[in-house]
């Protein structure tokens, strides 16, 4: 008989489970997070019963809800990336940083290649702005350990121009933590990570140009007794050249007259304006 109930009521939390999945289909979120609720009276380890009750509630704009969800779906399936995934975005909106932190470096641990230009400019804002986190605490505190975070990253995915672009933020842009010299190197590191396909690939020639203008804004104020100011002209020097050779390239390939045609060549006009103007102060070193 004992056997006989605990069949019907895991047959029940299925059953409520899987209603719970249709409802989140449709969508009808309020019939969603009642049948996921019903599935987990039933079964409280279910850790995608909790991760769709999550989705619910987050497509309900009950963001704390959907974190707490989240939350206890981590619990359940601790070895699953893509309910931390959840959970690290319901972090992020809610800024709760040191959830952040370590779902980030969980994620990694797990073995994925993981890199978010949402979560990532998430952390830098924290600090850099000092934004106030869900605890009370002010952002800042949080420097080193976001520091860290990204030092441990990049050593796991070496070749994300997003984690690269955002740990020079850290050195460059944090007020009283700013370290040019090593902001420049990690800057460098950004566009060669984009820098690959940028004949054929619009989004990554776009990401290059960025930080080929950041870079040049730095280094052309760089002090020109400082040790690296020589290696960093010539390193402007070589990816400016790359950026205008490959930047023509992929101008042949875009329609004639179109938007994107007329960007790119305006962009390219202006690495050749940065070049002449590295090459210039090359003459003084």
Known sequence: KQWYQRRV???????????????LAIPDYPTAIRCFRESLHVDDENGQAWSNLGAAF???????????????????????????ENYICAAAQIKNFPGVIHAYRQIINLGEKYSDRTILNCLVAAVRDNLESSSGEPGIKYYDRVLDLFKFASSKVTTSFDLWRSYAALHL????????????????????SASLRIEKSLEDFLKCVECSAVLHSYVMKEEKTSPNYAQHLQSLKSILQILVTKGHRLIETLDEGSESREACTEYITQANTHLEEVEEAQLYV
């Open 58 to 84: 987050e497509r309900t704009g009950e963001i704390f809800k959907a974190y707490n969800s989240y939350k206890e779906a981590t619990r359940c399936s601790f070895n699953n990336w893509r309910v931390w």
């Open 9 to 23: 009521r895991d047959l029940q939390g299925g059953l409520w489970f899987t209603a719970g999945c249709t409802a």
């Open 173 to 192: 842009d944090v007020p009283g933590k700013e370290d040019t010299d090593k902001g420049i190197g990690y800057l460098i590191k950004a566009y060669h």
